[in-house]
């Protein structure tokens, strides 16, 4: 277990209010809560950052077709973030917004920074411009094809623009051998591997100086100094993450923003952004001379059946809808266990209904409700008198259920979600097994009474164990277990977790108190059933 003081603070990508969130950012955050849940789990302090990136060319635009000023659509969308994560059951400290009017002042001190150290110039930028992901791309990015205009390899739909503009740059080049030296001494600097691959890659070509303005562009930070410029979307929107970090009442400035949090352990990103976050924000923190983060994690792309999903296809995944089906645990459960984190994963109906009922229903549910099914029959509805010292040590569960204890943190650690699951399922799976071949009821006709006490504990602590590993990916359905099992904890309470669960012994297996009054056997998961055509 890690020291209790070790702080932790970790960020989603602050996400772009062109439109409703889908689900590709609903799996960052989902991923990033359990993060973080973890972590309060373990007594880390903990500071969870989302937020919203709502400057730049692309938003004008949209408030301009739906006749609404760019405040007022960008409050509209945020107002869908807050909805949708409250139903994911995603609990962040703070939601960080680039119209804050403190974060032009982090944006002013932090710029001034960078131009002291010469880092910041006028020059001539010429290119191919998508207004989509706010960036110039290079002429051997772009995609060729059966249409005459040039398009993004990111948003293939849409065209790229010409632009010949004079703005403000960074001298990224500067940077390189600093880059590529950091890369060699931290390792895990960018992650997984097949991301940090991609990076360096990229840096080996060579890097080029990046613009961080914008001219005739009304909705932004106007550039310290020379407000004909718009300072650039990037350039202000990674400091978000820095602005995030200030207290309500703090006073307002970059010192007092990085006085506690600084540096950030994990920042949890898709690999669509990779570049921004693992080569042009180290650079910008290097200028500045400010700690880097611990760790830059780039996720994959999520496809429904198969295929991208897109309006145009009309296969898009409604996040809100899929919760509201299902529930914020099955969807939490399904995009963590059945997609290996870093790697491109896969939405299919059925595929997610199975997975649900045979893991959650069947062998999760059902083990915990035959098991206390049996000990309200055979004893008197307690926790059977015993503990884990009771147990040899080589018991079957208690062998797997002590192994937990180093195998979850280290996925947790690894962001190895589906391990975890697997972990903890090893552990199910096995009580199942155990409770059919050692058969309780026939000891319990036999009456052999300690038989039946010993096999009822064993199985009733491996459910628990198991509930407290998962409780950081399916809090609620966790709180229901504890709950049947005895104890007064709600996974969702941050404020009162430590105090209800007494100690710091939960993730040791054969601490479940003997004698202690369990409840009523009620299923926690509902079998599910799949959609008419399916």
């Given at each position: 277990m890690n020291a209790p003081s070790k702080p932790f603070a970790i960020t989603t990508p602050l996400y772009y209010v062109n439109t409703v969130p889908h689900i590709g950012s609903a799996y960052t955050t989902i991923a990033a809560d359990a993060l973080s849940r973890f972590h309060r789990l373990q007594g880390h302090p903990t500071l969870f950052i989302t937020g919203t990136d709502e400057h730049g060319q692309k938003i004008q635009r949209m408030a301009e077709q739906r006749q609404l000023s760019p405040q007022e659509h960008c409050d509209e969308i945020v107002g869908g973030f807050k909805t949708l994560w409250d139903k994911l059951l995603i609990r962040y400290d703070r939601f960080s917004r680039t119209t804050d009017p403190r974060h032009e002042t982090i944006v002013g001190e932090f710029f001034q920074r960078v131009k002291e150290q010469g880092d910041i110039y006028l020059g001539q930028q010429q290119g191919w411009y998508c207004v989509a992901c706010e960036e110039f791309k290079e002429e051997r990015e772009l995609l060729d094809g059966d249409r005459p205009e040039k398009r993004c390899p990111i948003h293939s739909n849409q065209s790229v623009e010409w632009r010949d503009e004079r703005n403000y740059f960074f001298r990224l080049s500067k940077y390189q051998a600093a880059l590529e030296a950091l890369y060699d001494s931290q390792p895990d600097f960018i992650q997984p591997p097949s991301r940090r691959n991609e990076v360096l890659s990229f840096v080996k070509r060579g890097l080029q100086d990046f613009s961080i303005s914008r001219i005739n562009l009304d909705w932004g930070f106007p550039v310290p100094g020379d407000p004909e410029h718009t300072l650039y979307v990037w350039f202000d929107a990674l400091l978000g993450y820095v602005t995030a970090l200030l207290e309500p009442d703090d006073e307002v400035s970059l010192d007092r923003a990085l006085a506690q949090w600084w540096p950030i352990n994990l920042h949890l990103i898709g690999k669509d952004i990779l570049r921004f976050h693992a080569v042009y924000w180290p650079a910008m923190l290097m200028s500045a001379g400010l700690p880097l983060p611990d760790r830059v994690f780039g996720h994959g792309f999520l496809t429904k059946d198969g295929q991208k999903m897109g309006k145009s296809l009309g296969n898009t995944l409604d996040p809100v809808a899929l919760v509201d089906t299902y529930g914020a645990d099955a969807?939490?459960?399904?995009?963590?266990?059945?997609?290996?984190?870093?790697?491109?994963?896969?939405?299919?109906?059925?595929?997610?209904?199975?997975?649900?009922?045979?893991?959650?229903?069947?062998?999760?549910?059902?083990?915990?409700?035959?098991?206390?099914?049996?000990?309200?029959?055979?004893?008197?509805?307690?926790?059977?008198?015993?503990?884990?010292?009771?147990?040899?040590?080589?018991?079957?569960?208690?062998?797997?259920?002590?192994?937990?204890?180093?195998?979850?943190?280290?996925?947790?650690?690894?962001?190895?979600?589906?391990?975890?699951?697997?972990?903890?399922?090893?552990?199910?799976?096995?009580?199942?097994?155990?409770?059919?071949?050692?058969?309780?009821?026939?000891?319990?006709?036999?009456?052999?009474?300690?038989?039946?006490?010993?096999?009822?504990?064993?199985?009733?602590?491996?459910?628990?164990?198991?509930?407290?590993?998962?409780?950081?990916?399916?809090?609620?359905?966790?709180?229901?277990?504890?709950?049947?099992?005895?104890?007064?904890?709600?996974?969702?309470?941050?404020?009162?977790?430590?105090?209800?669960?007494?100690?710091?012994?939960?993730?040791?297996?054969?601490?479940?108190?003997?004698?202690?009054?369990?409840?009523?056997?009620?299923?926690?998961?509902?079998?599910?059933?799949?959609?008419?055509?399916?």
């Open positions: 969807v939490r459960y399904y995009f963590l266990k059945e997609i290996e984190f870093g790697r491109d994963g896969d939405f299919q109906q059925t595929r997610f209904v199975h997975s649900l009922n045979a893991d959650l229903a069947n062998d999760l549910g059902n083990l915990l409700n035959r098991t206390l099914t049996m000990a309200k029959r055979y004893c008197q509805q307690q926790v059977p008198a015993l503990s884990g010292a009771d147990f040899p040590a080589d018991h079957p569960l208690k062998q797997v259920g002590q192994s937990l204890q180093e195998r979850v943190p280290q996925a947790y650690h690894a962001v190895a979600f589906s391990v975890v699951c697997e972990g903890v399922l090893e552990l199910v799976r096995l009580g199942n097994k155990y409770l059919d071949r050692e058969a309780p009821w026939s000891r319990y006709k036999a009456g052999d009474q300690a038989a039946v006490e010993q096999i009822l504990y064993g199985v009733l602590e491996s459910v628990r164990l198991g509930a407290y590993w998962l409780s950081p990916i399916i809090p609620s359905l966790s709180t229901a277990i504890y709950q049947q099992l005895g104890f007064s904890v709600d996974f969702n309470d941050f404020t009162n977790l430590h105090v209800t669960l007494g100690n710091n012994t939960h993730h040791t297996w054969g601490i479940l108190p003997g004698g202690q009054p369990l409840q009523d056997p009620t299923p926690i998961f509902r079998t599910l059933d799949l959609p008419e055509g399916e």
